[in-house]
């Protein structure tokens, strides 16, 4: 069964870490393209980050430049966001997309998974 399945959300302080996961089940995560995105209540789904296929590309919004950092674990088929310095503005659902062809495929991304929460409160 062709599956991703996030981890790693939670309640965060300002200035936290957080390390969310994307594992992949049934298809090697390696071949496709990568995305996090991100959708508060009330507000447009946005696109955080995406690692390429080609070995070293990434591509990251502004908000998370410098604060935020994709990675891929081919040991456990799986891509992490590292996100450092959270603040209250990323509070919001975090789910993965994997795309066969890039990080922006016309048509979306191949597989969706149902995302993991983050909130970041003091």
């Known amino acids: 069964q062709v599956q991703l399945a996030e981890s790693g959300g939670g309640l965060a302080q300002p200035g936290d870490s957080l390390r969310l996961s994307c594992a992949a089940s049934?298809?090697?995560?390696?071949?496709?393209?990568v995305a996090w995105f991100r959708q508060a209540p009330g507000k447009e789904r946005e696109r955080v980050s995406c690692?390429?296929?080609?070995?070293?590309?990434?591509y990251s919004a502004d908000f998370a430049k410098g604060r935020f950092t994709i990675s891929r674990d081919s040991g456990k088929n799986a891509v992490h966001l590292q996100m450092n310095s959270l603040k209250p503005e990323d509070s919001a659902l975090y789910f993965c997309?994997?795309?066969?062809?890039?990080?922006?495929?016309?048509?979306?991304?191949?597989?969706y998974g149902k995302g993991t929460t983050v909130t970041v409160s003091s």
């Open positions: 049934g298809f090697n995560l390696a071949r496709y393209a």
């Open positions: 690692i390429g296929i080609t070995e070293g590309t990434t």
């Open positions: 997309g994997a795309a066969a062809s890039s990080c922006f495929p016309s048509y979306g991304m191949d597989y």
